[in-house]
């Protein structure tokens, strides 16, 4: 099994509390712990604005740091789960990754996906189209990029898109161009534009819907003349864990009381539970044996998020020692 690491960048309330002078040294700091451990990627959001609900605290911008890490790193692999197509013009987007992924040397992962925060979506200014031409606009984007990172050109006349004679130089490094992750389960579509383009997918942890999304992209895979042995899965799971059960129990009212201070009782509640509730969160031996089963299913990527990362570092490093070696 394969594993990367989410670096707190806000979105999750996980640099509050921290001086904003410190972020940077807080996430540098992370990175670089991140590399010198089991993890062969780091990840960040993108996204603009806090969950569980919108706050002033920071949220830092996903590819702004996609390129300060390819400068500050070595070796880690440098992803986002997942970029929003209409944030941004796919044509523009394939050349901002392109410039990360020469700086990196060839280490960018690009996650892509159709987008879902309405509140995020209306306060910046780009409406809040349909499910459909959401993922119509990742469809054709994922076109255009694609076309940029292998031929260094692109023409389409999209519904949603259009270049014309748009010109990449220099390509990034990678052979190929960048590795795509469709991101999402959306069974009639989603799945089946990762059928299409993707080198990663990234869906749903749970043992039942993990099996059905698999068997559909099969089924897609299958319609679209693609290899789905080739299409590596992934998933994002919330860790927390320790020691022994009060240990847990400890990080997890930690984490509570964290919330707590920011977000609004019943939101703070509700995100609360999104971590009791995680396959992840346990001793080291009930998380390895979750992580276990679903790599029986064929989960052979996962990438996880540590709240409490930005202020104690105990949590990746017991992952470290007792879980990762288990399992890679």
């Not at 020469?102 to 979506?121: D, K, L, N, P």
């Not at 099969?218 to 319609?223: G, I, L, M, Y």
């Amino acid at each position: 099994m394969r594993f990367g690491m989410f670096v707190p960048q806000g979105w999750r309330l996980d640099l509050a509390g921290i001086d904003p002078a410190d972020h940077w040294k807080t996430m540098l700091g992370l990175a670089k712990h991140a590399e010198a451990g089991p993890f062969e990627s780091i990840w960040v959001y993108d996204h603009f604005h806090t969950v569980p609900v919108p706050t002033e605290e920071a949220t830092h911008e996903a590819w702004s740091l996609i390129s300060a890490f390819a400068a500050a790193t070595d070796t880690v692999r440098l992803g986002q789960m997942c970029t929003c197509m209409g944030y941004r013009n796919p044509a523009y987007l394939a050349k901002v990754a392109a410039t990360a992924d020469t700086i990196a040397g060839g280490r960018v992962e690009m996650g892509i996906g159709a987008g879902w925060y309405e509140h995020e979506w209306r306060a910046y200014g780009y409406g809040f189209p349909s499910a459909g031409e959401r993922l119509g606009q990742l469809d054709e984007g994922v076109q255009i990029m694609r076309d940029l990172w292998t031929t260094g050109t692109s023409t389409l006349d999209g519904k949603h898109y259009q270049t014309d004679g748009a010109i990449l130089r220099p390509l990034p490094p990678q052979e190929g161009g960048i590795p795509l992750w469709i991101a999402g389960g959306g069974e009639k579509k989603t799945l089946k534009i990762a059928a299409k383009y993707a080198r990663y997918t990234n869906f749903a942890g749970d043992p039942e819907t993990f099996t059905r999304k698999s068997e559909i992209l099969a089924q897609h895979c299958k319609d679209v003349g693609t290899d789905f042995d080739a299409i590596v899965r992934s998933v994002n799971h919330n860790v927390v864990i320790g020691e022994t059960e009060k240990d847990v129990q400890d990080k997890l009212a930690w984490l509570k009381s964290h919330l707590d201070k920011y977000a609004p009782a019943d939101a703070a509640e509700r995100w609360h539970g999104v971590f009791v509730n995680s396959p992840t969160t346990g001793t080291p031996e009930q998380v390895t044996e979750k992580l276990a089963a679903l790599g029986e299913l064929g989960m052979s990527y996962a990438i996880f998020n540590f709240p409490e990362a930005a202020y104690d570092r105990s949590g990746i490093d017991l992952f470290t020692e007792k879980v990762a070696p288990a399992l890679a």
